[in-house]
Every structure is written in C-alpha cells, then in structure tokens.
C-alpha cells in the first residue's frame, strides 16, 4: 500500500474525518456537483460521479444531499462556476506532491497553496514538474473479515483489476481508472462493500523519508488538505507506518 494509502486508512481509524466532516461534506458536493455537470446525472454511464457518491456515502453524507448536489450539477444552476485546477510541487525531502482542486477564485486558490507549500517547507514546481511520476488509478480498500484471499484473487482477475495486495487488516485492489466501475459492480455483485472505493493518484516510485523531514511532510499533508478548496493531495512518501501512527496521534 502506499504512504499516502497508509495516511488516509491511519486518519480515518483515529476520526480525522469524522472531525472535521462539515468540510469533508463541502468538499464533497462540490465534487458531485462538478462531476454531475461535466458527465450527466447518471451515475452508472459517469465514472467518476459513481465515484464520489460512493465517497460520499461511505462518509455518512445524507441521500438528500448527494441528490441535491447532482441535480445543481445536472441542472446548470446559476453560481455553480468551479474551475479545476491541479497543482504540482514539493515537500521537504524531496517529495512530489500532486494537488487537485476546485475553485471559483483560481487566483485566491494559487496564492492560498504557494503559501502553505512555502511555510511548510515545500515549493510550487511547474505543471509536468511531478505528474509523470503518478497514475490515475481504481483503488478499493477491503476489510480483510469480509472476504479470503482466494475469493478476492478470483474477483480482481476477473473484473479486470491490475493487482492486488495485502496491508495489515486490509486488501487493497488497484485497478485502471477506466476499468473502476467494472471492479465496484463485481464487489457489489458479491455482496461486499469496500471500505474505501475512489479515482486516485497512485505514486509509481517512492520517497523514503524519517525523522523531522517525516514529521514535516505529514504536517505539510494535513494543512494542504485542510484547504476548502483543495479535493485531493497525492503523494509518495514512503514513511513507516508505526511513526505515521505516532505523529497522527
């Protein structure tokens, strides 16, 4: 599994989310709501609109407001104006990091994480500078109770997965982004529900990285993602999961 895999299960179990799911909620809708306009109201014929309202749902967020938010989406609505925009650049130790977001002020956006890159050790690199080194991928999260080894092995083969992995109580399968829903209808025709399913980034090669600079990256992690408008921050630490436990504590 991957560090920033790693992170996101290790925040998760300690609520992270749970804390903090107002902004987690905003984020989400404006998601949907941009997926929605972008690929249709159909879920089963837009990938990744089935994406996120699986995220959405496994974060607890009412029905209401996923269907609320793909109906403004769907429908056009006046003042639904956000631009995407990704970001590239670097955290101490020389960790790419890959920043997705969704904004009405591209200009507030790029001044917003030029400053927490730079406070926290980090810079604001070219576009291209880093996303060569990451692959838009499938990537589900199962508890380990919920099925064997054998029977994931057979699902990922023949839902057309390109691997599968073990890490502590959970299996991690990784599929290609195009091949995502082919992957959830299999589990959901098993019966299983993942504990995690999204569209992510997933670094190709890795960063080790210890010590203060360990401490560093993980902080800078948490303050990027703690901007309202950015969705998503990649990237490819590789930090022990015993002292990513200790600093989240």
Known sequence: M???SKWSTIKRKKGAVDAKRGKLFSKLIR???IAAKAGGPDPEGNMRLKAVITKAKQGNMPSENIERAIKRGA??????NYEEITYEGYAPGGVAIYIAALTDNKNRTTADV???LSKGGGTLGRDGCVAYLFARKGHFLIEKSKIDEEKLMELAIESGADDYGSDGNYWEITADANNFTMVRNALEAADIEPDEAQLTMVPQSTVKVVGKEAEQVLRLM???EDSDDIQEVYANFDIDESVMEQLSA
């Open 2 to 4: 991957s560090g920033h």
């Open 31 to 33: 998601e949907i709501t």
């Open 75 to 80: 429908g056009g609505e006046e003042g639904v």
């Open 114 to 116: 030029r400053h927490i």
């Open 222 to 224: 948490e303050q990027l």
